[in-house]
């Protein structure tokens, strides 16, 4: 198991850029694959993005070239750094963890280990 931490959600406006953190516990921070997902008001959780072990990373269509996905694994800390927001992007953000090596699943289902979420609200 791992424990999960997010951080640095808040109000933005616009075409603003927002940097999302997450911090694990435990010293196997370099064996899980780290996934961030976002979950709307009345909607379902969704996939945003995921980085694996080798330091891969892939999107959902509607964030690419928009946001990043990277990892410090000696800070034990996974970011999001979002940029160009637009209100579609409104949400809680959520990461997620699993020791799968370099695999990964875009269905919330898939992931065991959660962080509490974040609130990041954009403003037209």
């Known amino acids: 198991q791992v424990q999960l931490v997010e951080s640095g959600g808040g109000l933005v406006q616009a075409g603003d850029s927002l940097r999302l953190s997450c911090a694990a516990s435990g010293r196997t921070f370099d064996i899980y694959t780290m996934g961030w997902f976002r979950q709307a008001p009345g909607k379902e959780r969704d996939f945003v993005g995921v980085?694996?072990?080798?330091?891969?990373?892939l999107y959902r269509d509607s964030v690419k070239g928009r946001f990043t996905v990277s990892r410090d694994n000696a800070k034990n800390t996974v970011f999001l750094q979002m940029s160009s927001l637009i209100p579609e992007d409104t949400a809680v953000y959520y990461c997620?963890?699993?020791?799968?090596?370099?695999?990964?699943?875009?269905?919330?289902?898939?992931?065991?280990?959660w962080g509490q979420g974040t609130r990041v609200t954009v403003s037209s």
């Open positions: 980085i694996g072990t080798s330091g891969r990373t």
């Open positions: 997620a963890a699993k020791a799968a090596g370099d695999n990964y699943n875009d269905n919330p289902t898939w992931w065991p280990n």
